[in-house]
């Protein structure tokens, strides 16, 4: 049976041999990890991570135009976050801490036979997400010279803003034919689900299991300016008008 054993606090699981153990005096993360092999068995004084990461996504476009009095710029953004869990599959599985928790999030663990989990503190098990979000804005500025001779000439702008995000838990996933959960303090599960073929036990201080909700928001801001702006006195008609009367009347008196 090969046996990996070094004082690293980083440990990276990947195996596909018929057996594997695993044991640190650090910390042991095993971070979108596939194993797929007879009997795993991971240990370590330290804090036990298995995660999912998060496959990220976004795209951007921007438009916008311009006129002699007018403006507009409008974007669209787009984004995605996928749940990428990792998956430890083995005939029989244990995995153990000494000193510290043991933490799965968005993570499959899978036994054909005996699934044990033994923790020194707690058992935190909890869901991954996906997401998505998907927003639009538009602005448009303008002035208006038509409707407001000798008055002055009217400026609009407007701002629109409408998104949308959309939150989604990925259960983490326990199953076996017989699971073992025990914890020196607390056993806390949110957003997992526990399969037992034929039976589960867990001995804890405190057993903590709640579902997780999907969020669905939707969010929008809108603004719009209307103001005048006042012409010059220099630039209005009577300017001419009393300029030409008095040139008149010294050629009456003449």
């Known amino acids: ?4 054993k070094k004082p690293f606090s980083l ?13 640190g005096v650090g910390n042991a993360y095993a971070v979108n990890q596939e194993v797929n ?4 068995n ?12 998060q496959d990220s996504k976004s795209v951007q476009m921007k ?6 009095f007018s403006s507009s ?4 953004t787009k984004a995605t976050t996928t749940n990428i869990a990792s998956n430890l599959t083995a005939n029989n599985l244990t995995i153990e801490t000494t000193k510290e928790d043991i933490n799965i999030t968005g993570s499959n663990i899978d036994a054909q036979q005996q699934l044990s989990l033994n923790s020194a503190k707690d ?3 909890k869901a991954g997400y996906n997401g998505s979000l998907n927003e639009s804005y538009h602005k448009t500025s303008g002035l208006s010279l038509g409707g407001l001779v000798g008055i002055g000439s009217l400026y609009t702008s407007t701002e629109d803003l409408e998104g949308r995000i959309k939150k989604t838990a990925v259960n983490s996933t326990l199953s076996g034919n017989n699971i073992t959960l025990n914890a020196n303090n607390n056993i806390n599960a949110a957003g997992v689900n526990i399969q037992a073929d034929n039976s589960i036990s867990g001995t804890a201080k405190d057993i903590n299991i709640q579902n997780v909700n999907n969020t669905d928001t939707h969010y929008s801001k809108h603004k719009k300016v209307r103001s005048v702006l006042q012409m010059c006195s220099a630039l209005l008609p009577k300017t001419h008008y009393y300029s030409k009367k008095k040139v008149m009347a010294k050629s009456h008196l003449h």
Not at 11 to 23: M, P, Q, R, T, W
Not at 73 to 76: D, L, Q, R
């Open 63 to 68: 438009s916008s135009a311009k006129g002699l």
């Open 37 to 40: 092999t007879a009997n795993v």
């Open 1 to 4: 049976m090969p046996t990996l």
């Open 123 to 125: 058992i935190n098990i």
């Open 42 to 53: 991971v240990a370590t004084n330290g804090f036990l991570n298995i995660s999912s990461v």
């Open 73 to 76: 710029v409008s974007a669209t």
């Open 11 to 23: 440990l990276l699981i990947l195996s596909h041999l018929n057996a594997f153990v695993l044991s």
